[in-house]
């Protein structure tokens, strides 16, 4: 069980479009699911934290205008990079978790999307 | 503020080999500690966790103890195999905002030769 998947698991496209990225959970229901970022050798970032159904909460630094999240149903949430730069260019990794007092309620990790913008 | 620092890899040990990966925590109030594990191509997953002080989480032979007076929760274990070579992320869990948030270290990349 626990199962959290993302698509794609690998995407290039070129500067100034838009990339969206899916996070589903398998086989339970997200009630809150987070994204991360993480460079080459270095942590995992959180860079916002999403309720199904409420907007996201983004941390200091991260731009909302920019890496849009939707969290519309309790197995998915989409991240949408809008105008991506080389900058963005990175691993973004989602995790998802139940209510508390849920079997499923600590975070489980999706596999990754990587990024490359040319 | 929350964070955690872990020993810089990469590590490599040959097969049997006795395991000592150091994390220590900053934290403001009580978190509780956890030890992902990441293999190559997959998505982080839960190798032990401990709530509390002096709690010893385990799993698949690995051990760490929660230590509050020297904020550490290194992970051990006695022989390490082939297939225990991953990167390895501490990380601790502390409540804001109605969300419970996970600071990660930077990871340590563990490689076992047979």
């Known amino acids: 069980g626990a199962v959290v998947s993302q698509h794609p698991s690998r995407v290039i496209c070129k500067s100034g479009t838009s990339v969206k990225i899916e996070c589903r959970s398998l086989d339970f229901q997200a009630t809150t699911m987070f994204w991360y970022r993480q460079f080459p050798k270095q942590s995992l970032m959180l860079m916002a934290t999403s309720n199904e159904g409420s907007k996201a909460t983004y941390e200091q630094g991260v731009e909302k205008d920019k890496f849009l999240i939707n969290h519309a149903s309790l197995t998915l949430s989409t991240l949408t990079v809008t105008s991506a730069h080389p900058e963005d260019s990175s691993f973004y990794i989602c995790s998802a978790s139940e209510a508390r007092g849920g079997p499923y309620n600590e975070q489980f990790f999706g596999p990754g999307t990587r990024l490359t913008v040319l | 503020g929350n964070s955690v620092t872990q020993m810089e890899g990469p590590v490599t040990l040959s097969e049997e080999a006795f395991l000592t990966i150091n994390c220590t925590y900053t934290?403001?109030?009580?978190?509780?500690l956890f030890w992902y594990v990441q293999y190559p191509g997959e998505g982080l997953q839960l190798l032990l966790k401990a709530t509390k002080a002096d709690d010893k989480g385990s799993n698949k032979g690995f051990e760490a103890t929660y230590r509050k007076e020297t904020t550490s929760f290194h992970l051990e274990k006695g022989s390490v195999q082939v297939s225990d070579s991953a990167v390895y992320f501490c990380a601790l869990r502390f409540s804001q905002g109605g969300s419970e948030k996970l600071v990660f270290g930077k990871g340590t990349k563990l490689t076992v030769n047979p």
């Open positions: 934290a403001t109030g009580y978190p509780s």
